[in-house]
């Protein structure tokens, strides 16, 4: 068996975790009506049940009529959706296991017709596209207090359902990332601007978040550099740009920093060799979970997009990286979601039994 610190306990607020392993979230689209079912809770059971300390749910949409472009996401709304999503804590819980939802619009990606509500508007920070076009007006101070509400609500729901924390989605270009991205935030309210008040919005977000769901309960904060529509995209260019930055998040009440990247060995800025999750604990002074190709030796995009298997990669240099903390935490995706025992078999030096991964058999894989 593994002494590695991968399997060391962890503890935030009322959080406490037997190990470092968290499975990151993986949008699957089997959730017919936006309500997740007994196969969903099945699905994040296994993986409980073999020694993930803790689970984040695929994104799970805010109730806004233009949140979601599919539907079969499931939703954080609604009496069906919360009670099926219920059902998922209860089984995740008898598996041993603790879990978050990931809350999520996913804003101004939204193509106009799609989702469970066809005939809304997309939501957006100023109604400009990725590509600088003014597609849709503006949105009021009261549309955005409306979407700020909206996740709010979602986190006390989260909090009443007996989540054992709660992740936000700010990053990958969708809506929160957008009102980060200069690209796509023109407004010239409190709500745009410089870096800094550009993170206004996922500050209340995460204040209002805060006062829905309680003290007690961490909140998990999943930001990205990179966006879908540009993946060499960087909102801070310096160390001292992302202080600052995650500072306004920081006093808004977020716990832990999820930092995405698509190969977490990369590091995010000249001079040294701390990736993106490293540096966002040394500036801001919070735990942080890496991510980013964990246990394979391609990023997803090669895989999900083209359609390309991944092989294994060693494990050697996260270990050494966790040993020295430069994170707190490791999400794991692909390889979790092929494989429900990986964390059982990396536990029990069971390495030769790990799997490559394919995405040809995504869409059987529970």
């Not at 954080?76 to 008898?94: D, I, P, Q, S, Y």
């Not at 240099?317 to 979601?337: I, P």
Request: aromatic share 10%; proline share 5%.
């Amino acid at each position: 068996m593994t002494s590695s610190p991968l399997f060391s306990s962890f503890k935030i607020k009322n959080l406490e975790l037997d190990n470092r392993i968290v499975m990151a979230p993986m949008t699957r689209a089997f959730s017919p009506g936006g309500i997740p079912g007994e196969n969903v809770a099945d699905y994040y059971a296994r993986r409980a049940g073999a020694d993930v300390g803790l689970i984040v749910t695929e994104g799970t949409t805010i109730d806004r009529p233009g949140a979601s472009d599919n539907p079969d996401y499931p939703n954080f709304h609604t009496e069906k959706a919360l009670n099926g999503w219920k059902n998922v804590v209860e089984k995740v819980h008898a598996s041993g296991g603790k879990i978050a939802p990931q809350l999520w619009h996913v804003g101004f990606t939204r193509k106009p017709g799609t989702g469970p509500h066809p005939e809304a508007q997309s939501d957006s920070p100023s109604g400009v596209t990725h590509t600088g076009k003014q597609f849709l007006p503006e949105p009021t101070q009261e549309d955005v207090a409306d979407m700020i509400d909206a996740y709010a609500k979602a986190g006390g729901e989260a909090a009443r359902l007996g989540f054992d924390c709660i992740e936000i989605h700010g990053a990958h270009g969708y809506l929160i990332d957008q009102f980060f991205w200069d690209v796509m935030n023109k407004r010239e309210d409190k709500y745009g601007g410089g870096l800094t008040e550009r993170a206004s919005f996922a500050a209340e977000i995460v204040k209002s978040m805060r006062k829905a769901a309680g003290n007690d309960i961490p909140i998990i904060f999943r930001m990205s550099q990179w966006k879908q529509q540009q993946y060499d995209a960087k909102l801070a260019q310096t160390p001292a740009e992302l202080e600052a930055f995650l500072s306004i998040l920081v006093d808004a009440g977020v716990d832990i920093f999820h930092c995405s990247t698509r190969r977490f060995w990369e590091p995010e800025f000249d001079g040294s060799d701390l990736n993106f999750a490293g540096w966002a604990k040394k500036v801001s002074g919070v735990p942080t979970i890496t991510v980013g190709s964990v246990g394979l030796n391609t990023d997803f995009v090669t895989t999900l997009v083209k359609q390309a298997d991944a092989g294994k990669r060693s494990l050697d240099d996260l270990y050494e990286r966790l040993a020295r903390e430069e994170f707190d935490l490791v999400a794991v995706g692909r390889a979790l979601l092929q494989d429900p025992f990986w964390a059982q078999k990396v536990k029990n030096g069971r390495m030769d039994e790990l799997e490559d991964y394919s995405p040809k058999a995504r869409e059987t894989l529970f």
